[in-house]
């Protein structure tokens, strides 16, 4: 039987305080996501022909696009970190992270659904940028049955980040180089207003741009409760 | 180099000691072609006769490469090991599957464009299209064959896992193959070219860099 490189870190750390948000870290998601669903149903944003009042959905649907690019840059990282380290903690933070992250991707969708419903009049549209959003949450969902259909864990590990890191670099190219490349109806594309023109706007400036960083922070929140949790439920049936 | 060759030779040489497999593939595929053929009988929008072809190809490719690991046991497997790197195993093992499918893409297009009609604008554009298209599936599908051989593999978790990763390619490729069935210009399809020249890229090194790690149990 060949040498089993990593058998002998896989399970020696369970480190409860790898994933430890300092306390002022939640004060401050709590202050921004809260902020955010205040002001961002308050404030006063420009009228525009068509946008309307649905540009609010700036505040919710583009953040959370972000906080989910976020999380599963963080869970390739992590899929990487595990590569090289052999530490199961790893591994399994990077699907707690992809689990969130994941969370985040469907109220994007669905977020934008609703703006689309109401600006081009349909849920679904054929877009290059709709569709690359779908796949790359179906490539997830993959990975997550991937995940379950291996008993032992350390071929678990080292396979399913082995998928992880393929996804995430086959995902960047579908989400941000082949939409720039034919045309789109999505804002940012084609010549289709961004957030660049009509966010000059400097009082959206500030919800926006705190909005970004309180989903993300409130993403991370969730993925260390999360952590937590399975940390010690292990550590009991030990 | 040796080595890849003769990971190349020994699939080569294992396929035809038992041709049922590869035969069984190109069955497959041609029975496909007939099945459309009867269903459809004629098709006359170029997007959809593009399309009808790529969704057959890569239903075929899974069908043929889902075996490439599957059939390697874990004493073979063993042995390889002490013979030569991963890198060279998986190099060898892409350019067979890639190559395998280059020549079931090539046999599916002549007998497809005999059974349904259609003015090919540009045929060495489709051409290019076709093999760097189906060049790039076989190296997605080498190393999402070697993950699901690991995962006590079956054809239903490839092609979950296989057909979200191959979608900007199947995109890529199906606007370049249409392109150049409208026969437009070479101007405006570099892009599209330049973009499946560096998806082939992007597969083999993430492949060649990451099947270690597969490799090693």
């Given at each position: 039987m060949p040498f089993q490189w990593s058998c002998f870190r896989t399970f020696g750390a369970n480190n409860l305080e790898a994933l430890r948000l300092p306390i002022w870290v939640k004060f401050l998601a709590f202050v921004t996501v809260i902020s955010c669903v205040f002001l961002g149903f308050i404030v006063d944003v420009p009228r525009?022909?068509?946008?309307?009042?649905?540009?609010?959905?700036?505040?919710?649907?583009?953040?959370?696009?972000?906080?989910?690019?976020?999380?599963?840059?963080?869970?390739?990282?992590?899929?990487?970190?595990?590569?090289?380290?052999?530490?199961?903690?790893?591994?399994?933070?990077?699907?707690?992270?992809?689990?969130?992250?994941?969370?985040?991707?469907?109220?994007?969708?669905?977020?934008?659904?609703?703006?689309?419903k109401y600006t081009w009049g349909a849920y679904w549209v054929p877009d290059p940028k709709l569709n690359g959003a779908a796949i790359s949450l179906l490539a997830y969902l993959a990975y997550v049955v991937l995940r379950n259909s291996f008993s032992d864990p350390i071929t678990k590990g080292r396979v399913s980040s082995v998928y992880n890191i393929f996804a995430f670099v086959l995902m960047l190219i579908f989400i941000f180089i082949l939409p720039r490349m034919t045309s789109s109806l999505?804002?940012?594309?084609?010549?289709?207003?961004?957030?660049?023109?009509?966010?000059?706007?400097?009082?959206?400036?500030?919800?926006?741009?705190?909005?970004?960083?309180?989903?993300i922070l409130l993403g991370l929140w969730i993925s260390e409760i999360k952590f937590r949790m399975e940390a010690l439920q292990i550590n009991k049936t030990k | 180099m040796k080595q890849v060759l003769a990971v190349i030779f020994r699939n080569l040489k294992s396929d035809f000691r038992d041709p049922n497999s590869i035969f069984g593939s190109l069955l497959f595929l041609i029975s496909s072609l007939f099945v459309c053929y009867i269903s459809i009988n004629r098709i006359a929008s170029i997007p959809t006769w593009v399309a009808l072809f790529w969704i057959i190809v890569i239903f075929a490719s899974f069908n043929a490469v889902a075996k490439s690991f599957v059939q390697e046991t874990r004493d073979k497997m063993i042995y390889i090991y002490s013979l030569m790197s991963p890198a060279q195993f998986i190099i060898g093992k892409m350019l067979y599957n890639g190559l395998l499918l280059i020549l079931m893409s090539l046999i599916a297009i002549l007998i497809y464009s005999g059974l349904f009609e259609m003015a090919i604008g540009n045929l060495p554009m489709l051409l290019i299209?076709?093999?760097?298209?189906?060049?790039?599936?076989?190296?997605?599908?080498?190393?999402?064959?070697?993950?699901?051989?690991?995962?006590?593999?079956?054809?239903?978790?490839m092609a979950i896992l296989g057909l979200p990763i191959m979608l900007p390619l199947i995109l890529t490729a199906t606007k370049f193959t249409k392109n150049a069935v409208d026969g437009l210009d070479w101007s405006i399809q570099y892009k599209y070219l330049i973009v499946l020249i560096g998806l082939n890229i992007v597969c083999g090194a993430l492949s060649v860099v990451l099947f270690p790690y597969l490799w090693r149990e």
């Open positions: 525009l022909d068509i946008l309307n009042e649905t540009i609010r959905n700036l505040f919710f649907h583009v953040t959370s696009w972000f906080a989910m690019v976020f999380l599963f840059l963080l869970s390739f990282i992590y899929s990487i970190k595990h590569l090289s380290s052999g530490l199961e903690m790893d591994d399994r933070l990077a699907k707690i992270f992809t689990e969130v992250g994941m969370v985040f991707g469907i109220a994007g969708l669905v977020t934008g659904m609703l703006w689309a999505h804002p940012g594309n084609g010549g289709n207003p961004a957030f660049s023109s009509y966010d000059l706007d400097n009082t959206m400036r500030l919800v926006f741009y705190p909005a970004i960083i309180g989903w | 299209g076709i093999l760097l298209g189906s060049a790039c599936i076989g190296m997605i599908l080498s190393l999402l064959s070697s993950i699901a051989s690991k995962a006590s593999g079956n054809l239903t978790l």
